[in-house]
């Protein structure tokens, strides 16, 4: 089954410092670009970023409201991909979803896969 | 950027209506357009990548048509599972933009 989960969601103060996980199963992840997309209380789906895979050099894309702030990274070995979050706003608060994309012949397949998503809370 | 401008924002249905849903991109995007759905509470799912392929195991009364930059979502006869909030997403070129979401409600 393919599986993407998860973890590090956490109430944080602004200003702060948080890494969010997703563990990725049931298909060949290092084929893959991953994908982090976030939805904040109420509101719409924003991208956030994402990590290309080895045929593109792990080059990673930002969306501008987290570019400087965000940094996403991909261990292939382990499956997984990471989103180390500096310098919180509350504007950051959000449910974080990690979601995967392909790139098949200059075409990318973007986002059919989807985890549960994790919390983030950035507040005093 | 490339923006993409949704409408409606919200709108009001009954079980067996045609709804339309449509997508602007400020620029051209080929075909390079997704849709999902989202019920509350629950993870966004992809409906129709490429503009107009349906994702396997979606009912076939939904579809995708359009490029370059006025794309449209159709359920062709609403059910009720289908009340939920359907989103657009570019993956032209970086970065990738959602549109703002269309919320179908029950009439």
């Known amino acids: 089954e393919v599986q993407l989960v998860e973890s590090g969601g956490a109430l944080v103060q602004p200003g702060g410092s948080l890494r969010l996980s997703c563990a990725a199963s049931g298909f060949i992840f290092s084929d893959h670009f991953m994908d982090w997309v976030r939805q904040a209380p109420g509101m719409g789906l924003e991208w956030v970023g994402r990590s290309k895979n080895k045929g593109y050099s792990y080059a990673t894309e930002y969306g501008a409201s987290v570019k400087g702030r965000f940094s996403i990274s991909r261990d292939d070995s382990g499956n997984s991909v990471y989103l180390e979050m500096n310098s919180l706003k509350t504007d950051d608060t959000a449910v974080y979803y990690c979601?995967?994309?392909?790139?098949?012949?200059?075409?990318?397949?973007?986002?059919?896969?989807w985890g549960q998503g994790t919390t983030v809370t950035v507040s005093s | 950027d490339i923006q993409m401008t949704q409408s409606p924002s919200a709108m009001s249905a009954s079980v067996g209506d045609r709804v339309t849903i449509t997508c602007r991109a400020s620029q051209g995007i080929s075909n390079h357009l997704d849709w999902f759905q989202q019920k509350p509470g629950r993870v966004p799912q992809r409906l129709i990548y490429?503009?107009?392929t349906l994702q396997s195991g979606v009912p076939s009364r939904f579809s995708g048509s359009g490029s370059g930059t006025e794309f449209t979502l159709t359920i062709s006869s609403l059910q009720p599972e289908d009340f939920a909030t359907y989103y657009c997403?570019?993956?032209?070129?970086?970065?990738?933009?959602f549109g703002g979401g269309t919320k179908v409600e029950i009439k």
């Open positions: 490429a503009a107009s």
């Open positions: 997403l570019h993956h032209s070129r970086y970065p990738l933009t």
């Open positions: 979601t995967r994309a392909r790139d098949l012949s200059g075409y990318h397949y973007a986002m059919d896969v």
